[in-house]
């Protein structure tokens, strides 16, 4: 696996991503010599099912999918992982690997820290502990929302509530995505994302051209998204705003 490779300290940066950022001075500043600024590119894969996680990335600009991968080949996105977030859980959790692949879905900044010494910091307890703990209680969330939402809900309501959660993490109305790409995403083919797009298209909530799609109506496409998004996003809010001790 061609892992990126990381650039800098951030000794003095400041992070733009919300885990990062709401670390106290003291705990930041104790990962900040091992934190390296890495530059993450569409389509590129971090791990694969059953690798062993040695590098976990907190996205800055980046989006990473978690797609599980069929028998057949085929594949679905089970979740998404932001600025707000970190790729790689396992690694403290003790699980050491996924069933999951990560796929960069929009490139951008990530910073990048050793899995091990992710560990050592994640069992001293204390600010960062609880922070990964709950952000991976949002992430669960997220992807049990997604399972359902997968099974019930219209391509068209599911494009939706995936645009908007892509806007989100890449803090842009600007998504530059193939249709490929989001049927992959989306677990379906590439006719029905033509359909889907064409009618949120047309209806003046987003514009689709040569793998670029502008979110031009942000409230009316809330709406024309199923409440999978609400509801996650009011989970993520609630679990990532609580006060640390």
């Known amino acids: 696996m061609n892992q990126p490779q990381p650039k800098h300290s951030l000794n003095s940066f400041q992070p733009l991503n919300h885990l990062l950022a709401t670390l106290p001075k003291v705990d930041y500043l104790r990962l900040a010599p091992h934190l390296r600024e890495s530059h993450l590119t569409l389509g590129q894969i971090l791990y694969e099912p059953g690798e ?53 879905q929009i490139g951008g900044t990530a910073i990048a820290l050793d899995a091990n010494i992710l560990k050592v910091e994640f069992n001293r307890g204390g600010v960062l502990q609880q922070l990964l703990l709950r952000y991976t209680q949002a992430l669960l969330a997220q992807v049990s929302q997604t399972a359902a939402c997968n099974r019930f809900h219209s391509i068209e309501e599911r494009l939706a509530r995936w645009l908007l959660q ?10 530059r995505l193939t249709q490929d790409f989001l049927a992959t995403m989306l677990g379906t083919r590439r006719a029905s994302i033509t359909v889907a797009a064409g009618a949120l298209q047309q209806a003046g909530l987003i514009h689709y051209n040569r793998g670029c799609i502008q979110i031009l109506h942000r409230q009316a ?8 998004y609400s509801i996650v996003r009011s989970e993520y809010d609630r679990l990532l705003s609580i006060q640390t001790d």
Do not use: H, W
């Open 221 to 228: 496409l809330e709406l024309a998204a199923c409440k999978c």
């Open 166 to 175: 892509s806007q989100d993490f890449a803090r842009s109305a600007t998504l």
């Open 52 to 104: 062993p996680i040695t590098t976990v990335y907190f996205p800055n600009q980046s989006m990473i999918s978690l797609v599980q991968i069929m028998e057949d080949g085929s594949t679905i996105e089970a979740g998404i992982i932001g600025n707000d977030g970190i790729v790689g859980y396992a690694a403290y959790l003790t699980g050491e690997s996924t069933i999951s692949r990560a796929i960069v």
